[in-house]
């Protein structure tokens, strides 16, 4: 039995959580499920996008589920104030072809790894006399650790080259610091390549020749831009989940925000969170369900009969995800 922290947040967050915890009926685990506030209803109620009790009870469960927030003007933003509160310092991003979506190239399946905790998100911004400032913190531990995080990722699932992305030759000081640290954990990892790349051709290369790339490691804003880039690569927002990770808690999300234009229609797709909970479950080393959670959604987008429209279908989030259902119940009568 685990102890799961759900936090559906706003929009299209809701309508995808729903879907996915009606899918999750079908797997057999345990799940236990600890409903938590954030975001701008959370904020019209409360007087603040993300309380503490919901921050304490992320930090009491085994894991989180967290659907996505409309970011509220002024106010902190609730998963950037998770992420550090619990000390998430690595956003894992998968980008990955699926048969049956269409990709603008075949079998794209590379990673981006995105320093979650500091860089241009730190929340250190001012107005000034001329206009306002906004601080990019670089620290050597936190490049440090998800330098490292990047290797011993690589190394675990079998991928065979690191690409550091970056902007050294202008930010000489923060991205060459991130640069040499990259260099000096690479060498404690001989059999892996470590390669860097300027951010801005790393974005040419990704439209290009996505192919080239295997494991990425960048900074925070970087890593936020080229992995909604990766997500357009292989289908659109609808499909790019992302695990937080730190030393001692896991955070599970869709890369998509509450999207208020489809909101309250029903007709978001809910891969990216199914996924996202695929992802959760191998964190929490429930391998076989998560194999089976992500076959039984492969074979709905295989198909393509019963899907979004963002996927060229006619159907409902919520249809999508019985089919979704029905297709794992299929696989519990023949285990
Ligand atoms: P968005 O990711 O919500 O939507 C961008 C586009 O992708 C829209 O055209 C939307 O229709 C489409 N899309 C996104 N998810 C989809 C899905 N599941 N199925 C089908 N189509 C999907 O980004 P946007 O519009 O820039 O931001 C909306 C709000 O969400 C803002 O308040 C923003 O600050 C917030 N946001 C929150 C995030 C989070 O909670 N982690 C992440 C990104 C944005
Ligand atoms: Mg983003």
């Known amino acids: 039995m685990y102890d799961i922290t759900v936090i559906p947040g706003d929009g299209i967050g809701l309508e995808v959580m729903d879907a996915t915890l009606h899918v999750l009926e079908a797997l057999d685990i345990e799940l236990n499920y600890i409903k938590a506030y954030a975001g701008n209803e959370c904020f019209k109620h409360t007087g603040t996008t993300i309380p503490k009790e919901t921050i304490e009870l992320s930090r009491e469960s085994d894991a989180t589920l967290f659907g996505a927030v409309t970011t509220v003007p002024g106010q902190n933003s609730a998963i950037i104030t998770l992420r550090k509160a619990m000390d998430l310092y690595v956003n894992i991003r998968p980008v990955k072809s699926r048969e049956g979506v269409k990709s603008l190239f075949k079998d794209i399946d590379f990673v981006i790894l995105r320093e979650n905790t500091e860089g241009l998100y730190s929340g250190l911004e001012e107005y000034t006399k001329v206009g ?45 610091l991130f640069k040499e640290i990259f260099y000096d954990v690479a060498l404690h990892y001989p059999e892996i390549k470590a390669e860097d790349k300027y951010v801005d051709e790393a974005a040419r290369l990704l439209i290009t020749n996505p192919n080239e790339f295997d494991c990425i490691v960048t900074t925070n804003l970087f890593g936020d831009i080229l992995s909604d880039e990766g997500a357009g690569l292989v289908g659109g927002l609808g499909l790019a989940p992302s695990a937080n990770i730190g030393e001692n808690h896991g955070l599970f999300e869709p890369v998509h925000g509450s999207a208020p234009t489809l909101a309250g229609m029903g007709m978001a797709n809910p891969s990216a969170m199914i996924l996202s909970t695929v992802m959760m479950l191998n964190y929490l080393k429930e391998f076989k369900v998560a194999n089976k959670l992500e076959e039984s959604l492969e074979a709905v987008l295989r198909e393509g009969k019963i899907v979004t429209p963002d996927l060229g279908g006619k159907s409902k989030t919520r249809d999508m995800a019985s089919e979704v259902k029905r297709k794992l119940n299929e696989k519990n009568d023949w285990k």
Do not use: M, P, Q, W
Request: charged letters at 30%; aromatic letters at 6%; one cysteine or more.
């Open 132 to 176: 306002a400032t906004a601080l990019r913190v670089i620290s050597k531990k936190s490049s440090h650790r998800i330098c490292k995080f990047a290797f011993e990722y690589t190394k675990k699932s079998n991928r065979h080259k690191v690409t550091a992305i970056h902007k050294a030759n202008i930010l000489k000081k923060t991205d060459g």
